[in-house]
Structures are given as C-alpha cells and as structure tokens.
C-alpha cells in the first residue's frame, strides 16, 4: 500500500509538469508559425508567453532571440540567444544568428568569432544550418574591416555553394581589387552583372575601363 501511494504521489506531482511541458510546444508550434509569416511582433509576444510557461525551453529563448532580431530589439536578442545556448550548449544554429546579431550592430568582430563558430560547429550539431549565409556574411564583416586576404576565400566558399551567388562575386571582385589582383578582380565584376548585381556596373567603369 506504501508503495502505490508512494507512485500515485509521484505521477501527482508529474502530471502538472507534463502538462506545462505540453503548452510550452503548443505555443512554440505557434510562435513559429508567427514567425515564419513575418509576424515579428506577434511572434515575439508568443514566444514570451512560451518562456513564462516554460523557461527551460532552449527554442522558445532561440526564437524570441530571433524575433527581436527581426524587430531590430538587438540587446534583447543577444540576452536571449545566450540564455538559449546555456540551455542547450553549442549549436551551429544559435551562433549564426548571434553572428547576425553583432553584424547589425556593426560589432564585425565579434561577428567573425560567432560566424566562425557557427561553420565550426554545425557538422556536430542536432540542427544543421546552411553554411552558405555563414560565409558570405563572414567575409562581409571582413570586408568591412578591410582584411580583404582573410575575406576572399570567404566569398570563394560561398559562390562553391551557389556558383549563382552576384553579391559574393561582387563582394570578392571588391578584395582583389584591394589586394591588387585587377584581372580576377574585373573578371567576377563581368559575371556579377550577369548573374544581376546592379551595383557592380559603376565597379566595372572605374576599375576595368569598360
């Protein structure tokens, strides 16, 4: 008899847990769902909501991160993608986005660190990201902090996973440039505008006499 009050005691106290677990997803499903329409600001309420619920939920700190992104709340954002990633240790995913994060803010350092990270990490991560984003906007952080040798194999990187990609052509065209090297430099100008970079015509005047 001890034993059965001992258990029916016990699944008491864990039915309510469960419960709360359970709402916790309802609303993630559904905060998701806001998020992915580009309902920022109705995503970012829910997700709050989810956190009151349940605030050992990692995804729920990830995608209230990932709405105040959107919302431009980026002090916020950072707080709650290190929550998230104290929850649920190193993945790919939270250090992109904290990548993105610090990029928006101008913080180009610390933005390489994150993005570096995040291409670091996602082989052994649960949730695996395209890296092709990861490397652009990494060489675009070095671009602005005119380490245009470390930017360059960056962009390389990225036209290998979309060899349609103008921007990276653009944006590696701009580092041969500076590093000198004209020829490649007037040859990723050519293909940007014809894969539909608009900017790269005025490049095409000044550094190729074309």
């Not at 990490?121 to 652009?136: F, G, H, R």
């Amino acid at each position: 008899m001890v034993r059965f009050t001992a258990a029916l005691s016990l699944l008491l106290f864990f039915s309510p847990v469960l419960a709360q677990h359970d709402k916790a997803l309802e609303v993630l499903d559904e905060a998701v769902t806001l998020l992915n329409k580009g309902r920022y600001n109705d995503a970012y309420l829910k997700f709050s909501e989810g956190i009151r619920i349940d605030k050992s939920n990692g995804e729920l700190h990830y995608g209230k991160a990932n709405a105040a992104y959107n919302l431009n709340l980026l002090d916020t954002a950072i707080t709650e993608v290190q929550i998230a990633m104290e929850i649920e240790g190193k993945e790919s995913k939270l250090y992109n986005l904290l990548g993105n994060i610090h990029f928006r803010s101008r913080q180009f350092d610390e933005a390489v660190q994150a993005f570096t990270q995040a291409i670091n990490l996602n082989a052994v991560s649960q949730t695996k990201i395209n890296l092709l984003n990861c490397y652009y906007n990494r060489g675009s952080c070095l671009l602005m902090l005119k380490e245009y040798k470390e930017a360059e194999p960056d962009f390389s990187k990225a036209i290998e996973e979309n060899p349609k990609f103008a921007e990276a052509y653009h944006n590696r065209a701009i580092c041969y440039l500076r590093t000198g090297e004209q020829e490649k430099a007037c040859a990723d100008i050519r293909k940007a505008i014809s894969l539909g970079s608009p900017r790269s015509q005025k490049y095409l005047k000044e550094a190729c006499n074309e």
